[in-house]
């Protein structure tokens, strides 16, 4: 058992390798900046709280760690991400040098420095080489598109591709990257602590596949059931590809510039070396793409231990409104569970009604289902037009929704105690849209969900208040 510490570990990668470094049985330790990002693991793990870009609060954190994984990521933080990861890495080198670290291990990204490189690029080459300038052995693995629910780059080209019908695409779309699983990089990272074959050693991993981001994107496309068509034209800078980005995407415009200037070279592995140190195969990109979108899916024959995991809120649209009661979270929790049937929807039931109504003439189940209980709630079960896909009792509620929404679509209850008679409240519509006719159908009705959506969750609210 190695006693590990992970920088960068409320990020995408960091987040994620948690969960396998504690089931390996080693001792987990996260630095983190705000102390109210500890409720984002579990109590096995020890957070310290500490910035990189700080060397005086780092010294805590690094003490008896034998493994140090580098997951740390400033792209997103402004025009100077470079400067900021060049003083993290100089930082992070020297902490684990005074603290007797026996290993660094970092993710970088795929490129070739004989070529233009983007900022981006040139960036995590840069930071693997300040890393390995120490004493320090560093193993370096470099991907380029990593495939999973919350990657940036993978994000942007599944939301292109199921919100555009038709997409005007720039030159690059016909360059080569290998793109690889998430699932498979967490295994690489999570293998290489007891795997000291790969200790000082710069290792490029990838799928089985080389593709260019045109089949990536009609991949997508085949999964989704959708028909895209992509038009090549020879002007489109990365700054206008930018802007496009952000006005059909969730993505921002200064992030979506960044992927885009990364995209514009070839980022292929160069070395097979990770494949013969680490004896596994990586998963085909159309699988990978499956596993991230497997909860949008209409039909997903995958079973649940090889799922990316339940419900990914970045490839959705979200409605949240959060309440505090002064109620006992208990009885909250019983108010919202019985929801729906004879009991009703607290607030405008007859405008649930008449969603019902529309939904039977369209052809679906309507509200004539009922519920099979009217306090007990068990997965599985329907309850007027959705379905309850899970119970966490006491404590949450999701509901499928199973009539015509163009889409897919969830209600989501969570009530969190904070103290003997208060609680907090959340309810949350998630909704993932087919194409332009759903993004259509969400924002033509988005006025009147904001309205019984909030005067759901306070009916509710004063409800568990009345019946204490």
């Known amino acids: 058992m190695s006693s590990i510490l992970i920088l960068g570990a409320t990020g995408y990668i960091g987040g994620k390798l948690v969960g396998p470094l504690l089931q390996s049985g080693h001792d987990v330790h996260c630095l983190i900046r705000r102390p109210e990002s500890r409720d984002r693991f579990p109590d096995a793990v020890t957070c310290h709280i500490g910035d990189a870009l700080e060397p005086d609060s780092l010294t805590e954190s690094f003490a008896g760690r034998d ?12 025009e100077d991400f ?56 560093v193993t370096e693995f470099r991907a380029a598109v990593i495939v999973g629910s919350g990657s940036a780059s993978f994000e942007m080209v599944h939301h292109l591709v199921n919100r555009l019908p038709l997409m005007i695409c720039p030159k690059w779309l016909v360059v080569n990257t290998q793109p690889i699983a998430i699932s498979d990089v967490l295994r690489y990272l999570a293998e290489s602590v007891e795997n000291e074959e790969s200790s000082g050693k710069t290792l490029d991993i990838g799928g089985p596949e080389v593709l260019s981001y045109r089949a990536m994107m009609l991949t997508v496309a085949k999964v989704l059931y959708l028909k895209r068509v992509l038009i090549q034209v020879p002007v489109l800078t990365p700054r206008l590809s930018s802007y496009w ?24 592995c160069r070395s ?5 140190i680490f004896p596994f195969t990586p998963i085909p ?5 499956r596993r991230s979108l497997h909860a949008v899916l209409k039909d997903n024959p995958l079973h649940a231990e090889y799922i990316e ?12 409104q959060v309440l505090e009661v002064s109620a006992p979270a208990q009885r909250v929790y019983d108010v919202v569970s019985s929801i729906g049937g004879k009991n009703g929807w607290y607030y405008a039931t007859w405008l649930w009604k008449i969603r019902g109504w529309m939904d039977q003439l369209l ?6 289902r009922g519920r099979r209980h009217p306090t007990d709630l068990q997965e599985g079960e329907p309850l007027d037009f959705w379905r309850v896909e899970m119970v966490d009792a006491g404590r949450s509620i999701r509901l499928r929704a199973e009539m015509r929404v163009w889409g897919k679509a969830w209600l989501q209850f969570t009530v969190e105690p904070q103290g003997d008679n208060a609680t907090t409240l959340s309810q949350t519509a998630y909704y993932y849209p087919k194409g332009v006719t759903g993004l259509l159908y969400w924002y033509a009705v988005y ?8 005067g759901m969750v306070k009916a509710i609210g004063k409800q568990a208040e009345r019946s204490q």
């Open 67 to 78: 493994i140090v994984f580098y997951l740390i990521h400033s792209m997103s933080d402004g």
């Open 82 to 137: 470079e400067q900021k990861e060049l003083a993290t890495a100089g930082n992070v080198r020297q902490a684990a040098e005074h603290a007797g670290v026996k290993r660094i291990i970092y993710l970088g990204g795929l490129g070739d420095p004989d070529l233009s490189e983007s900022k981006h690029l040139r960036s995590r080459r840069i930071v693997g080489e300040v890393l390995r300038a120490g004493r320090i052995p």
């Open 245 to 268: 980005v952000m006005l059909v995407t969730p993505l921002r415009a200064s992030l979506a510039k960044i992927l885009i200037d990364s995209v514009k070279n070839e980022t292929v």
């Open 272 to 276: 097979d070396t990770a494949r013969t």
């Open 285 to 289: 990109y159309e699988e990978a793409v």
């Open 309 to 320: 995991s339940g419900l990914e809120s970045d490839h959705l649209i979200t409605n949240e």
């Open 363 to 368: 052809g679906g189940v309507g509200m004539r």
């Open 447 to 454: 006025p009147l969900h904001w309205f019984v959506f909030r």
